[in-house]
């Protein structure tokens, strides 16, 4: 099964339909908004002078956020038409920065130990068949000392939305919409894979990279699945649950020296 074209195309569909959606607020962000989120804002820190490689980047918002604050950054995304609109909002924003369209794993025969930081955010391994391939990529692309911050939805709360917790060789083949409160009826096929928190963090220790911690949280940041409700300012936890949930866990990691 050719996974890449099936997904590469999903995001392609999907590129147009969020940068003209409410919850990515392209005009916000062209005003100077930031679409950088509590936790990353919290767990990274300043990045001033700093390299960032923003692997699976989509079209760049948080690319260009962390960009904003001062960061020289690299995002890497196999949609081309995402990687268009990425390039043509840095032209627009007079931002700095590099955009490549390249999958994951693809991106390995670029990768170079020069980054200081390699980030990922929401919703983005499930796209990837093979977390030690998608380790080995982010130790190429660190300094010695560079760290990764990772910040995913909790696998518990995948299960809780129907999808497998442990992996599985074969893809999930599906057809669905997207998150975006103007995704409607607007239906992509899909090609994903489920990971254990343990697959995640055995792949990142494999590959030489320490981990410095690995935190859970009961809340989501946006309305990413059905019943989930706003208790607080932008944090969504599940309603009528027991006992509280995972739904978001981060992971910070540092490049061991070889």
């Not at 930031?34 to 919290?42: V, Y």
């Not at 309305?223 to 706003?230: D, I």
Request: with cysteine.
């Amino acid at each position: 099964m050719d996974y890449l074209s099936i997904n590469r195309n999903a995001w392609d569909t999907r590129t147009g339909i969020h940068v003209e959606s409410e919850m990515y607020d392209m005009d916000g962000f062209l005003k100077g908004a930031s679409s950088l989120k509590e936790i990353e804002l919290a767990e990274v820190g300043d990045v001033r002078g700093k390299t960032l490689l923003h692997l699976q980047c989509h079209f760049g918002l948080d690319t260009l956020s962390w960009a904003r604050k001062g960061a020289r950054v690299t995002g890497v995304d196999l949609s081309p038409e995402a990687i268009k609109k990425a390039i043509e909002l840095k032209k627009s924003t007079s931002l700095p920065g590099e955009f490549i369209c390249s999958d994951v794993y693809g991106y390995e025969r670029l990768a170079t130990p020069t980054h200081d930081l390699v980030f990922a955010s929401y919703g983005v391994l499930n796209w990837l068949p093979d977390l030690d391939r998608w380790a080995r990529v982010i130790a190429k692309s660190l300094k010695v000392g560079g760290h990764v911050h990772l910040i995913e939805f909790h696998p518990a709360f995948e299960l809780h939305c129907g999808d497998a917790y442990f992996s599985h060789k074969e893809p999930e083949v599906s057809e669905a919409g997207t998150y975006t409160e103007n995704g409607d009826g607007q239906m992509v096929e899909m090609a994903t894979w489920s990971h254990p928190l343990s697959e995640v963090i055995n792949a990142l220790i494999g590959n030489g990279i320490a981990i410095d911690h690995l935190n859970e949280f009961p809340f989501c940041l946006h309305r990413s699945a059905e019943g989930l409700e706003e208790r607080e300012n932008g944090r969504f936890y599940l309603k009528d649950a027991e006992h509280a949930m995972p739904l978001l866990y981060s992971v910070k990691g540092t490049r061991k020296g070889d």
